[in-house]
């Protein structure tokens, strides 16, 4: 088939576009290739892609709305894997535009595009994020999600509803992953495993917020894109069950679900970090702060609903995990951090 992946100089993007390169598939990505982080990083990662004769690469920015309907009707996509967004959550705090520009107009760009150009399958990457305030573990699609604790959270919840919109009236088919932390080779600087490895390997503290008391459902990145490829697969169908008086925030009677997508084995931080030093072979030196605004505790994801529907079995232990991010980081940036 022919696939839109928006984001695809991203993490999650180039290695989903590989993938489904990899078996076949017609890929276009688009990417806006912005400086929130390294755009050497990104351009390193579409480099890999580029030898696919099956690939196009597009720069553009998703809340461009005219430049996103001339790539609807330019491309006869027949479904789109939306992973652009403005990521993290502390950058939120100080920079809350940005995430309106581009993770909802930039969606509501993407849902115009599949409502008129007859899209078999919208799938889009949502957070664990939006799970907020709730306490009660492991977090279930099937619980209430009403009280986000950052923009960026926020803006991922808003994505969830206006989905559902546009499944609702227009048929559309959508299905929400529920991402959990995400890690690996290719991962984003601004995330823990990259700047813990770099100050580890060149002899400077960590931060270490909560005092090291947080737990997170890290999920290694190849686990995460099989999951994706199989509900891309599979278009959401409407929940012919479901019931306005006893309304399942999981489901529809529209073609909309929404999914955890995590190894449902949620570590401790300080138990990550120490299995990072063992493969590094050096000790960190460990800045135990506070709990930062915007963040949360735990995370702990139940994904029996994507098992169930999908056959979704993330099988790659933290150990070996880390060991292959390892491996890349030195290769990439060699053993002096970068």
Known sequence: MKVLVTGVAGFIGASLCGKLLGRGDEVVGIDNLNDYYDVNLKTARLDLLASYEKFKFIKLDIA??????????QERVQRVAHLAAQAGVRYSLANPHAYIDSNIQGFMNILEGCRHHVIEHLVYASS?????????MPFSVHDNVDHPVSMYAASKKANELMAHAYSHLFQLSTTGLRFFTVYGPWGRPDMSPIIFARNILEGKPINVFNFGNHRRDFTYIDDIVDG????????????MEWTGENPDPGSSRAPYKVYNIGSNQPVHLLTFIETLEKCLGKTAIKNLLPMQPGDVPDTYADV?????????????????????????????????GN
């Open 64 to 73: 461009d709305r005219t430049a996103v309907d001339a790539l609807f009707q």
């Open 304 to 336: 029996s609903d994507l098992a169930r529907d999908f056959g979704y079995q993330p099988g790659t232990k933290l150990e070996e995990g880390i060991s292959r991010f390892v491996r890349w980081y030195l290769d990439f940036y060699g053993d002096v």
């Open 128 to 136: 664990s994020s939006v799970y907020g305030a709730n306490t009660r």
């Open 228 to 239: 994706v490829i199989r509900v891309l697969d599979k278009p959401a169908q409407a929940n």
